[in-house]
């Protein structure tokens, strides 16, 4: 889903994402390691302010769970 028509605010949105993506990934390392220091609240914030941009005009992919399982249980029963 697209949050918006205007391709540089897509493409901003986008880049703001892949950013705000890897801070959080070290957060959730340093949360694994229970680092809590400044380099914590330092990627903290920046997935919070990068991520802002992201949710209001980047692009998001939605997955229908329901016929996802249903084509699961479809194709293991046409598969015995």
Known sequence: MQRTKILPLRWIGNI??????????????M???EEYGW???YHAKMWKYLNKPYELWGTYY???????????????????
């Open 16 to 29: 703001c994402g892949e950013f705000a993506g890897n801070h959080i990934v070290k957060c959730v390392n």
């Open 39 to 41: 380099q914590y609240r």
């Open 62 to 80: 939605i997955i229908d769970m329901d016929a996802w399982r249903e084509d699961l249980t479809n194709r293991k029963s046409s598969d015995s």
């Open 31 to 33: 949360d694994e390691d």
